[in-house]
C-alpha cells in the first residue's frame, strides 16, 4: 500500500464515562465517512475502560485533514469529560502512526464485531526485517487463528470502509520478533 499511513489512539476513558465516549465514537463514523474522502478505513475500538481509534489514509496529506476534522474538534472539545488525561494527555500523547506495509483484501466488515490489535517490536537491528516480512505478508487463509496470539481482543464499534489488514505469523517472524511469549 504504496504511502499509505495509520493511526492507533487508545484513549483510556474517564471515570464513569465509558459508555458515553462509545456512545460518541460510535456517532462519529458517519462523520468521518461524509467529511473525510482520504481516511480510508476508520474504526472506533473498546476493551473494558479503554476506547481506541484505528484509521488507515490515503496518504500523510490525508492524516493531517483527518487530525484538523470535525471528529478531532468535537473529541478535543469533550475530551476534559469522556478521557482521563484530557486533550494532551488522554489523547495526543497515546497517538501511534505508522506507514501501512501490507493490506488483506477488502471484506465486508459490517457484520464485525472483534478485532485484535497486536503491536509488533522488532528484536534489537531486526526492523527491516520485520518490516519486509510485514510487507510480503501471506493469504489471510494462513494466518493462525488469532485466539492463539498474544493480540488485545476488543469489541468493534463501527467500521466504515471495506478493508482490513492482516498480520502473517510464520517461523520467519519468530526470528525476528523477541521472544518475549509462547504461540505466535
Known amino acids: 500500500m504504496e504511502n499509505h499511513t495509520a493511526s492507533y489512539i487508545a484513549m483510556p476513558a474517564a471515570e464513569g464515562q465509558s459508555e458515553a465516549f462509545a456512545e460518541f465514537l460510535a456517532g462519529a463514523a458517519p462523520i468521518v465517512r461524509d467529511t ?3 481516511t480510508v ?3 472506533a475500538l473498546q476493551a473494558n475502560d479503554t476506547l481506541a481509534i484505528f484509521d488507515i489514509f490515503a496518504d500523510e496529506e490525508a492524516r493531517n485533514a483527518h487530525f484538523s476534522g470535525a471528529v478531532a474538534a468535537a473529541l478535543n472539545q469533550n ?3 469522556l478521557v482521563d488525561g484530557g486533550w494532551d494527555e488522554g489523547v495526543v500523547a ?3 502512526n505508522s506507514d501501512v506495509l501490507s493490506v488483506k483484501a477488502p471484506v465486508d466488515l459490517s457484520t464485525a464485531t472483534t478485532a485484535t490489535y497486536i503491536k509488533l517490536e522488532a528484536a534489537p537491528g531486526k526492523g527491516p526485517e520485520l518490516a519486509a516480512l510485514l510487507t510480503a505478508a501471506t493469504p ?3 494466518i ?3 485466539r492463539h496470539c498474544s493480540g488485545r481482543r476488543c469489541r468493534l464499534t463501527r467500521p466504515i470502509s471495506p478493508y482490513s489488514t492482516s498480520l502473517p505469523t510464520t517461523r520467519a517472524a519468530k526470528r525476528i520478533l523477541p521472544d518475549r511469549s509462547p504461540g505466535c
Request: hydrophobic residues 30%; without cysteine.
Open 79 to 81: 475530551a476534559d469529560t
Open 140 to 142: 489471510s487463509s494462513q
Open 36 to 38: 473525510e474522502p482520504g
Open 144 to 146: 493462525p487463528n488469532p
Open 94 to 96: 497515546n497517538i501511534n
Open 41 to 43: 478505513l476508520w474504526f
